[in-house]
């Protein structure tokens, strides 16, 4: 369970995240799902309940344990979060200058091999300011890959991209997934090509899980919320309209005559 | 309308003490990780680039008119009581002792602190101090400590340069234009000004003012809401903020060095 302030944005969220798989969040703008990344990567903490990481229990962590637990993680966030003051090459090497005593010859093999499996091998010498949204999104998957995680979270991957960079960026966190043998967790809201790269997926509405599977056996559930989220309807159980005042009090309308 | 209602007072009064405290933490964790600064000095080194470099030339240009100006109001006060000649005295322990730590200090804070400020918040709304954190790096330690020594270290030296240029001022302004005899004018500072009362106590002021500008221009950036008004209101605090500061140090400061 978490909530900001006074509102609860999880309650009775309870889900397993399986190895070498990639599993997808799903739900509404609001409902909850950077939330869900950012208990994973214990940036903030549950008023009650647990997250576990390899059996090991998040919330529970002091600073140095955290930070441990944090290099075997990798994380993209929405807009890259690229250092705008360093470079295309830089950013990737980051971590790596941070994290190890690597000498920079080999440091320049990772940082290339890193960005090759990104595709931007060409973009090295580029700043941030000079690249377009996809490509930051991708330098900054190098980024979070450089360490070789073992757990790579992804929030909105695909909030904002062209159909030709959407494609390849799905196509990239599948690939990256499997060769590398990560376990990757993909926050989205982007329906067709969440559903077609991930094995396992849930759906969060309400702050609850409202259902979970496989991609398959969600498009097919008669649950009326997955029906009106897999479809893509406007009213359903997830109402098109913000809890407030009834239209006859905001107008002044009483039962259809004019006011 | 109700501030005060018990309740309303109780939970202001908790909310500044928690912004305190926690204002307070962040001190100590910069000042503790000044070891680790030290030894990775290539990012300090690159913030007293950044700081003292970019600062230099209004640094040099106030402190020429400050001296311009003291040797002039000196001149013309001194010459009333036929002690012209003691215009470098007046005009070296008034740059050494309050105007060269206190002037160079606001100049840091509008120059530097600003930007300190604005970059801290601007790298907080990009998510980028929060990507650092993800990468398992403190960005109190890799980020704010190095930009906080930086200025520590180079507040002193443009209160130097501050300082020495002013001293220069009065000279052109006394010696080359009032006719100020030059043998006195460096004659009497060489005697009047003393090592450890004057200078040092004026090097002690720096690093104070430098401690204060760096750390509130830092604060700032580091608490402001990450928006482009949160970033713009934490930049105007930082000016109003380690200025008033400076000034009041400066009070507490004089009355401690020079009343004993």
């Not at chain 1, 997808?24 to 997250?51: N, W």
């Not at chain 2, 070891?35 to 020429?64: E, K, P």
Request: net charge neutral.
């Amino acid at each position: 369970m978490f909530g900001y302030d006074t509102r609860r944005v999880l309650d009775g969220v309870s889900l397993t995240v399986p190895r070498g798989k990639v599993t997808a969040v799903m739900g509404a703008s609001g409902g909850g799902k950077t939330t869900l990344l950012r208990l994973i990567g214990g940036q903030i903490r549950p008023l009650a309940g647990d997250v576990l990481m390899d059996g090991k229990s998040v919330p529970a962590l002091d600073q140095a344990g955290l930070y441990a637990m944090r290099r075997r993680m990798g994380m993209l966030f929405q807009f890259g979060a690229l250092f705008t003051d360093l470079s295309v090459f830089d950013n990737v090497a980051f971590p790596l200058r941070e994290h190890t005593q690597l000498p920079e010859v080999m440091i320049r093999d990772i940082v290339l091999m890193k960005l090759d499996a990104v595709g931007l091998r060409g973009a090295r010498d580029l700043m941030p300011a000079a690249i377009s949204g996809g490509m930051a999104r991708r330098v900054a998957l190098a980024r979070a890959i450089a360490l070789d995680p073992e757990l790579i979270m992804y929030d909105e991957p695909f909030a904002g991209l062209d159909p030709i960079s959407l494609g390849t960026a799905a196509q990239l966190i599948r690939r990256l997934n499997d060769s590398l043998g990560l376990t990757s967790i993909v926050v989205s809201h982007d329906l067709e090509e969440t559903f077609h790269i991930a094995d396992h997926v849930v759906i969060l509405a309400n702050g609850k899980v409202a259902a979970q599977g496989t991609p398959d056996a969600l498009r097919h559930s008669d649950d009326p919320l997955v029906h009106q989220f897999v479809n893509a309807l406007p009213d359903g159980p997830v109402h098109f309209h913000h809890p407030g005042p009834s239209v006859e009090q905001d107008f002044g309308v009483h039962g259809g005559g004019a006011a | 309308m109700t501030w005060w209602r018990p309740s309303d007072v109780g939970f202001a009064v908790r909310t500044r003490l928690a912004d305190l405290g926690w204002g307070l933490r962040l001190f100590l964790r910069l000042l503790q990780h000044g070891a680790s600064s030290m030894r990775r000095f290539g990012l300090v080194r690159d913030q007293i680039h950044f700081l003292g470099n970019y600062s230099l030339a209004i640094i040099a240009v106030s402190g020429l008119f400050v001296g311009f100006v003291l040797g002039l109001q000196g001149y013309y006060t001194l010459q009333r009581y036929g002690s012209g000649e003691a215009l470098g005295l007046l005009v070296a322990l008034s740059l050494v002792r309050e105007l060269g730590p206190v002037v160079s200090a606001l100049l840091f804070a509008g120059r530097a602190g600003t930007s300190l400020t604005a970059e801290i918040g601007l790298m907080k709304a990009g998510e980028q101090l929060s990507a650092m954190e993800m990468m398992a790096v403190d960005p109190v330690r890799r980020i704010l400590a190095p930009r906080f020594w930086a200025g520590v270290i180079t507040m002193p030296l443009l209160a130097a340069v501050f300082s020495a240029v002013g001293v220069l001022g009065g000279y052109v302004v006394g010696v080359l234009l009032l006719g100020v005899d030059s043998g006195a004018f460096w004659g009497q500072m060489q005697s009047g000004v003393d090592v450890w009362a004057d200078v040092g106590n004026g090097i002690v002021k720096s690093l104070v003012f430098g401690v204060a500008v760096s750390f509130i221009a830092l604060l700032e950036g580091y608490e402001a809401l990450p928006t482009p008004e949160g970033v713009s209101r934490a930049t105007t605090r930082t000016v109003v903020v380690a200025s008033l500061c400076v000034l009041g140090l400066d009070f507490l400061l004089t009355a401690m060095m020079f009343s004993i």
